[in-house]
């Protein structure tokens, strides 16, 4: 850490300007919604109710932050939209990767998975935040909306290539 002082000459202190500098660990990157999966897998250690999470992407599409956003119960679990982007506006993040679990074991996402994530797509293109993918993870398998071209593939996994573009 390292402080900066400006002084007049009067001896006030006119500006102190404090600057912290965190350990240099790359954040993880991403080549696929598996490799997304498995993280998000190590997160949501609490398989018996809906947990929604976010991870908060940077221009590199490394995680910035994330953010358990709310626990519901056995089949339901409260969004806040509004609560999304608010946090990704707070960490600068360019991007967002959505993720919930369910408890069921059946990935298969629901009329209201769908829904939440066309108004999370929507709101994210007003806001210029990409919601690359929307992924509901269950205790066996995975469901990918971007793997199955219900969000739109803008800037996370080119199926051509390893990498993210």
Known sequence: MRIEIEKQESDFIREV???YRGPKRRSPSFRDSEAVTSFLRRLLVDNSREHFIVLFLDVTNRIASYSIIA??????????????FQR??????????VSHNHPSGDAKPSEEDQRITKVLCEIGK?????VLDHI?????????????????RNTFFDRNSDEVR
């Open 71 to 84: 626990i519901g119960g056995k089949q339901s679990c409260p969004v806040d939209v509004t609560g999304i």
């Open 88 to 97: 990704a506006l707070i960490v600068g993040a360019s991007s967002i990767i």
């Open 17 to 19: 300007i404090v600057k």
């Open 126 to 130: 007003t806001l210029r935040i990409n």
């Open 136 to 152: 509901i993870i269950s205790d066996d398998e995975h469901f990918s909306f971007s793997d199955s071209e219900m969000i739109a």
